[in-house]
């Protein structure tokens, strides 16, 4: 028996709504049945399982630290008034961007458990990041600049809460904690950190490969596995497949740092290790969730 074949393309460009914000931009907003085309693949990976969808808004914005427009995405639990939503910054991993930044179905596993009274509603903000690991290794395009001094700015105008939190995946997880550290040097830290299959790498011909870093003085100037107690008060979690290609570097974080949560468990670096930890990463977070007054 054959079913209606209709593309994924077609199907979000029908429910997708374009509007109009205040400052001319256009925001996509997802209605709570509406999905990225990376849920609808996911969601056709696990079918036959239940998930709550969460709403998933996005906007171009223009970003001055990277002198570039680039997509602005909120993951959001369905149903919950975004006024003053805490919000955790999402950062994504090696040649992703904020459209694809929900690894794990994170937003979704968020919206159930919010939808189940288990934890507090918060939300994610992510934003394309390039794949410089979180810093400015093209003069002019700082995205560690946007991240702390911009997205704040773009929270606010759009009345959600300012960020308590920073989660990133792979790449992001490694700037998860440099975010961690630069807002602890500022004398604001965040309340919690969650670094998932963080990129922790442990020498430099492997990092170089990357050309991420101008030269391996500056790898190390911001390598978290060299300033273990940069993050100050900031609340830790860390979570990593012991199949990771990432594992060395990261269980010796664990080992020196102790962060609240230090997790190894049976996986790779891929969405169905992500997957595993994803609930136990909303868990840790909202723990730290305060909604603005």
Same mark, same amino acid.
């Given at each position: 028996?054959?079913? &209606?074949?209709?593309?994924?393309? *077609?199907?979000?460009?029908?429910?997708?709504?374009?509007?109009?914000?205040?400052?001319?931009?256009?925001?996509?907003?997802?209605?709570?049945?509406?999905?990225?085309? %990376? %849920?609808?693949?996911?969601?056709?990976?696990?079918?036959?399982?239940?998930?709550?969808?969460?709403?998933?808004?996005?906007?171009?914005?223009?970003?001055?630290?990277?002198?570039?427009?680039?997509?602005?995405?909120?993951?959001?639990?369905?149903?919950?008034?975004?006024?003053?939503?805490?919000? *955790?910054?999402? #950062?994504?991993?090696?040649? /992703?961007? @904020?459209?694809?930044?929900?690894?794990?179905? #994170?937003?979704?596993?968020?919206?159930?458990?919010?939808?189940?009274?288990?934890?507090?509603?918060?939300?994610?903000?992510?934003?394309? /990041?390039?794949?410089?690991?979180?810093?400015?290794?093209?003069?002019?395009?700082?995205?560690?600049?946007? #991240?702390?001094?911009?997205?704040? %700015?773009?929270?606010?105008?759009?009345?959600?809460?300012?960020?308590?939190?920073?989660?990133?995946?792979?790449?992001?997880?490694?700037?998860?904690? #440099?975010?961690?550290?630069?807002?602890?040097?500022?004398?604001? &830290?965040?309340?919690?950190?969650?670094a998932i299959s963080p990129g922790l790498i442990t020498t430099?011909?492997?990092?170089?490969?990357?050309?991420?870093?101008?030269?391996?003085?500056?790898?190390?100037?911001?390598? &978290?596995?060299?300033?273990?107690?940069?993050?100050?008060?900031?609340?830790?979690?860390?979570?990593?497949?012991?199949?990771?290609?990432?594992?060395?570097?990261?269980?010796?974080?664990?080992?020196?740092?102790?962060?609240?949560?230090?997790?190894?468990? @049976?996986?790779?670096?891929?969405?169905?290790?992500?997957?595993?930890?994803?609930?136990?990463?909303?868990?840790?977070? @909202?723990?730290?969730?305060?909604?603005?007054?």
């Open positions: 028996m054959g079913e &209606p074949r209709y593309s994924r393309r *077609s199907l979000i460009a029908a429910i997708g709504v374009i509007i109009a914000t205040a400052a001319g931009g256009a925001t996509y907003v997802s209605s709570p049945s509406d999905a990225t085309e %990376q %849920q609808i693949a996911t969601a056709d990976r696990v079918r036959g399982t239940s998930a709550a969808e969460p709403t998933v808004r996005f906007e171009r914005v223009y970003s001055a630290a990277r002198r570039r427009e680039v997509t602005l995405a909120f993951y959001l639990p369905t149903g919950v008034n975004p006024r003053g939503l805490p919000m *955790s910054i999402l #950062l994504h991993g090696l040649h /992703g961007d @904020a459209r694809h930044a929900n690894a794990g179905n #994170l937003a979704g596993v968020l919206t159930s458990a919010v939808a189940k009274g288990s934890v507090p509603a918060f939300g994610f903000v992510a934003v394309d /990041g390039g794949d410089n690991y979180w810093h400015e290794n093209i003069p002019g395009d700082d995205p560690m600049a946007m #991240l702390l001094d911009e997205v704040p %700015q773009w929270l606010r105008e759009r009345g959600y809460g300012e960020p308590f939190a920073v989660t990133g995946v792979s790449m992001g997880g490694f700037g998860s904690l #440099l975010y961690a550290r630069r807002r602890a040097e500022r004398g604001d &830290p965040i309340a919690a950190a969650a430099w011909p492997e990092m170089a490969k990357r050309r991420a870093f101008k030269n391996e003085a500056e790898w190390a100037s911001l390598d &978290p596995l060299r300033h273990l107690k940069s993050t100050g008060s900031t609340a830790l979690g860390v979570w990593i497949g012991d199949r990771d290609r990432f594992i060395e570097g990261t269980r010796r974080f664990i080992r020196d740092v102790r962060p609240e949560v230090g997790m190894v468990k @049976a996986g790779g670096h891929d969405d169905g290790f992500y997957r595993k930890v994803t609930p136990d990463v909303v868990r840790f977070l @909202a723990k730290y969730a305060k909604r603005a007054v």
